[in-house]
């Protein structure tokens, strides 16, 4: 059987808000997910179950205690698993996430089923698993298919802090935020920036008390020519939205001047779609 070969796109909350908590201390959340061309690559073969991590972001992530041998271990199935880690880890664009959701697609190809309850792997495991524009909401668990979203240049940035999810919704002042306005269908830049601005990232100013290069990264943004830039997730990955692919490019190579993880790309059609 020849390996299967899966991408785990980077997941964008182009909008986050928070809506409240649950007794158990898990938030609330009303977001508009979106996916990019950029991503980890998750290869899959037969044989007992293990892990190889290569790629760029491969130093100081765990073979042992690692979503993706989560993953099969939660499907009953072994495999042998390489991880191209090529998305910074801790940085609000679900890697961990998408990695474990591209594991189980794998698997579900290998004659495997997918298991229920997948979003005990991780919050942003449900929205990862079908890899398109959807709206998120519950704690992750409630994920509403959207229609495609036009194919928008844009640019990450990490500043190369990892920032922990739940110290950074512990940091947060207010989480009893209204929910998102109606979803339109969009047609490009012009109309989701519109909408985009009468929305929020709830949990951006709480990444900006732990870690003010957040800041730094959404001013350059701005200074590049972005026409909309925002955190995404618990950051510090931040995005922003350019009218070219070429805009988006020269951007991506200034923002890497600061030393700073920055790559060109676009919003991403559904994986199966591609
Ligand atoms: C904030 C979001 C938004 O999409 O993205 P990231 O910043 O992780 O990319 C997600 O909700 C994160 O999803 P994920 O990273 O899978 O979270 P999990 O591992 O399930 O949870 C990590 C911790 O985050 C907090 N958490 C997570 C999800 C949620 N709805 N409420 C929470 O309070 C909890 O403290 C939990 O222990
Ligand atoms: N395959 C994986 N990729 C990234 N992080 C992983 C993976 N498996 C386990 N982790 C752990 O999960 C934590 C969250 O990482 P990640 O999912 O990249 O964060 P985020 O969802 O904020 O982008 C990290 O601290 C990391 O140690």
């Not at 964008?12 to 649950?22: D, F, M, Q, S």
């Not at 008390?209 to 957040?214: K, L």
Request: with cysteine.
């Amino acid at each position: 059987m020849p390996p299967v070969v899966e991408a785990a796109p980077a997941k964008l909350n182009l909008a986050l808000h928070v809506t409240g908590r649950r007794a158990d201390g898990y938030h609330l959340l009303d977001s508009l997910v979106a996916f990019a061309g950029v991503g980890d690559v998750v290869t899959l073969e037969p044989g007992p179950l293990s892990l190889r991590i290569d790629g760029p972001f491969a130093a100081g992530l765990s073979t042992d205690d690692n979503l993706c041998l989560r993953a099969a271990r939660l499907a009953g199935a072994d495999a042998a698993i390489t991880l191209t880690k090529t998305l910074p880890v801790a940085s609000g664009i679900g890697g961990g996430s998408a990695d474990a959701a591209a594991v189980l697609r794998g698997l579900v190809q290998m004659g495997h089923a997918l298991p229920l309850q997948a979003e005990r792997l991780g919050a942003d495991v449900p929205v990862c698993l079908a890899s398109g524009p959807a709206r998120m909401q519950g704690v992750g668990e409630v994920v509403t298919p959207l229609p495609p979203l036009p194919p928008i240049p844009l640019v990450l940035v990490n500043p190369g802090i990892a920032l922990s999810t739940p110290q950074v919704f512990a940091a947060m002042d207010r989480r009893d935020n209204p929910g998102l306005p109606a979803i339109p269908r969009f047609a490009g830049l012009a109309d989701l920036t519109a909408w985009l601005a009468g929305t929020r990232n709830d949990l951006e100013p709480a990444a900006l008390s732990i870690a003010p290069a957040v800041g730094q990264v959404l001013d350059a943004l701005r200074t590049t020519g972005a026409a909309f830039a925002r955190m995404s997730g618990s950051g510090a990955t931040c995005f922003g939205f350019y009218d070219s692919p070429d805009r988006a490019r020269i951007a991506a190579t200034a923002l890497k001047r600061h030393g700073w993880w920055a790559v060109a790309t676009e919003l991403a059609p559904p994986l199966a779609a591609r």
